[in-house]
């Protein structure tokens, strides 16, 4: 993990460094298991997927912050790259969510996307995820870095300069 948060940090380091004056850099995170790591659930449930246990999880707040992705966040934070969340969450969770980001340092961003309540069944978490990039890319922002820990987080259009993926050994989303 520490590997790829210093090859994260590498890439935001040469955006900045190869940005003009007055350009607006943005870096995307994922929240679970990418900013946040949900192991307290993941161990309660035997690394099986039960929806009520991660509701749980989320409103307990017991994520706990990647230590890789926070130091990218606050290098981030110190080159006043702008961080936006992108997160398969639904919109019902977001006081939570947010309120459980900022305990565990990541104290300021710039939006945070999560599923609407009116979110199409059939819309693919690719297409979910590129579209709220996309917003990103409509507000005058170029996007230098997405950090995921599934492909589906950083596939589609418009896609980052840079991807990264963390690893993930518990689960796959399509």
Known sequence: MEYQ????I????????????????AI???IDETALSNWAVETHD???YIP?????????????AIVGTLRLFHEAERENVAVFFIAGRPESQREDTEANLKAEGYDHWETLYLRPVDHPK??????????DRGKI???????VLNVGDQMSDLAGNPQAE??????NPFYIIP
């Open 52 to 64: 009520n246990d991660s509701n749980w999880c989320v409103a307990l707040r017991c994520g706990k």
């Open 5 to 8: 948060a210093d090859e994260a």
């Open 10 to 25: 590498g890439f935001l380091k040469q955006s900045v460094a190869n940005s003009k004056p007055g350009e607006k850099l």
């Open 122 to 131: 059939a819309e693919t978490v690719t297409q979910y995820k590129s579209g």
């Open 46 to 48: 035997d690394f099986g």
């Open 137 to 143: 890319v409509a507000n005058g922002y170029r996007i």
């Open 28 to 30: 995307v995170l994922d």
């Open 162 to 167: 840079h991807s990264v993926k963390l690893p």
